[in-house]
């Protein structure tokens, strides 16, 4: 189930289910978003992208969904594994031009029980 | 290959104390951003480098925080007369080019501890 910690909201989820994270996010203008992965003791990990001419894109065992409607975005793990554990950011910014900053979300934990 | 590279890893200075982290961009790398990450929160953008220019520096948090990337390759984030709010992690990321839609890849951060 779902529960909000101390610091971060926590996703636990048995080794072999799908697991679906979820995220808000703050600015409309906002066209390129990023979901990354942080495990302890090391820095954030690209996951996978979409830009905000989609709504739907796949890599290996993930699947990032977007809704410009309500501003929102999700991670679709599929047959979780114990390496999965580790905190989910999803992090937007813009398309156009450079220097384009990164604003992340909150961040889930996500633990994988055996 | 080599990815983004820090030092120190770990960091605990003295309240008062001036403190220097080391970001090693990807080789060839044109875009660079520090980040700042508190305890449970995700990353907070610093300032951003485009070369070795200081193109946008408006998450600084006070002038005790100064960066530099003289080469356009090493830089060096720098802290003045560090305070116990100073206390995070920083964390270094480099993208290839300078457009949108680029991947930023993280360095592994520097945890810093002011006692």
């Known amino acids: 189930g779902e529960s909000v910690g101390l610091h971060l909201p926590t996703l636990s989820v048995q080794e072999g289910d799908n697991s679906i994270i979820n995220c808000a996010y703050s600015n409309s203008a906002s066209d390129y978003f990023i979901w990354y992965k942080q495990e302890s003791g090391k820095g954030p990990q690209f996951i996978i992208d979409i830009r905000s001419n989609m709504d739907k894109r796949q890599g290996q065992r993930v699947t990032v969904l977007l809704n410009k409607t309500v501003k929102h975005l999700s991670l679709q793990i599929a047959a979780t594994q114990p390496g999965d554990s580790a905190v989910y950011f999803c992090a937007e910014t813009g398309l156009t031009g450079g220097g384009n900053k990164l604003t992340f979300g909150t961040g889930t934990q996500l633990k994988v029980e055996l | 290959g080599a990815g983004v590279s820090q030092s120190p890893r770990y960091k605990v200075a003295k309240r008062g104390q001036d403190v220097a982290l080391r970001c090693d961009p990807i080789s060839g790398h044109v875009s660079l951003f520090w980040y700042q990450q508190a305890l449970g929160q995700g990353p907070e953008f610093l300032t951003y480098f485009q070369n070795e220019a200081q193109l946008d520096k408006s998450g600084l948090p006070s002038d005790r925080f100064f960066a530099e990337r003289p080469e356009g390759s090493v830089s060096t984030l720098k802290i003045q007369r560090t305070q116990q709010e100073d206390s995070a992690v920083y964390l270094c990321?480099?993208?290839?080019?300078?457009?949108?839609?680029?991947?930023?890849?993280f360095g592994p951060g520097t945890r810093l501890l002011v006692l």
């Open positions: 990321a480099s993208s290839r080019r300078d457009r949108g839609g680029e991947t930023q890849y």
